[in-house]
């Protein structure tokens, strides 16, 4: 088992920025990568990014275009997803996730495990 708690979410002005942390314990060897997906009322979870957890592996949703930043810490124990020029449209709740797979990295279903997920709200 994999635990994931997120934080640092909140109430933020549409061009500023946020840095969303999500810490990792348990069985943490298990995984293979970690991931940031949002989902926004009445609409279907989105991947945003993915780290592998050797740290040397990133990938991005394309409409992202570079806005998000994915990284992790040196002793791979939090994970972060940093978001700047925020807009309304990224308003949505916020989950982290570890996956045990190398493929198909931005489908749900490759992802085993899940944080609780932190608001994000962005006010125009």
């Known amino acids: 088992q994999v635990q994931l708690v997120e934080s640092g979410g909140g109430l933020v002005q549409a061009g500023g920025s946020l840095r969303l942390s999500c810490a990792a314990s348990?069985?943490?060897?298990?995984?293979?990568?970690m991931g940031w997906f949002r989902q926004a009322p009445g609409k279907e979870r989105e991947f945003l990014a993915r780290?592998?957890?050797?740290?040397?592996?990133?990938n991005y949703a394309g409409f992202l275009k570079g806005r998000f930043t994915i990284s992790r810490d040196r002793a791979k124990t939090t994970f972060y997803l940093q978001m700047n020029s925020l807009k309304p449209e990224d308003t949505a709740n916020y989950y982290c996730?570890?996956?045990?797979?190398?493929?198909?990295?931005?489908?749900?279903?490759?992802?085993?495990?899940w944080g609780q997920g932190t608001q994000v709200t962005v006010s125009s």
């Open positions: 996730a570890a996956s045990r797979y190398s493929s198909n990295y931005d489908n749900t279903r490759s992802y085993d495990y």
């Open positions: 348990g069985r943490t060897t298990s995984a293979y990568a």
């Open positions: 780290i592998t957890w050797s740290g040397g592996s990133t």
